[in-house]
Nanobody
C-alpha cells in the first residue's frame, strides 16, 4: 500500500490543522492506521491510531483532548484533526498502516509509511 500525507503548514499557536493521508494499492480497509510525528533530534513519536472500522481509537497523552483521528474507508483516507496547537507540536507528521498486528503504539507495529508532512506552530 502507498500512503500520501498532506495538510501540513505553518500555523500560529492555538490554531488548527487537518492532516490527510490517502492510501492506494492494496485494500485500505483492512489496515489499522496511525499518525506519528518526529521533531528534529527526537525519536518518532506515536500520536494516534484507529482500527480498520473506526470502532476504536488510541491517543498519546499529548494528543488527548486536542487531536482527533478519523477515517473514511470509501475514500481510502485517514485524517488527523489538530486543534489548540502548541509550538511543541512542531514536527514532521507521518501516517502509517498496520497490516494486522495487535500493537498500535510503536513504529515497529506498522509496515507502511507515508512520506511525512511538516507542521510548524509559531508562538
Amino acid at each position: 500500500v502507498q500512503l500520501q500525507a498532506s495538510g501540513g503548514g505553518l500555523v500560529q499557536a492555538g490554531g488548527s490543522l487537518r492532516l490527510s493521508c490517502a492510501a492506494s494499492g492494496r485494500t485500505f480497509v483492512i489496515y489499522a492506521m496511525a499518525w506519528f510525528r518526529q521533531a528534529p533530534g527526537k525519536e518518532r513519536e506515536f500520536i494516534a491510531a484507529i482500527t480498520w472500522n473506526g470502532g476504536s481509537t488510541y491517543y498519546a497523552d499529548s494528543a488527548k483532548g486536542r487531536f482527533t483521528i478519523s477515517r473514511n474507508n470509501a475514500r481510502n483516507t485517514v485524517y488527523l484533526q489538530m486543534n489548540s496547537l502548541k509550538p511543541e507540536d512542531t514536527a514532521v507528521y507521518y501516517c502509517a498502516a498496520n497490516p494486522g498486528g495487535s500493537g498500535y503504539y510503536t513504529p515497529k507495529d506498522y509496515a507502511y509509511w507515508g512520506q511525512g508532512t511538516l507542521v510548524t506552530v509559531s508562538s
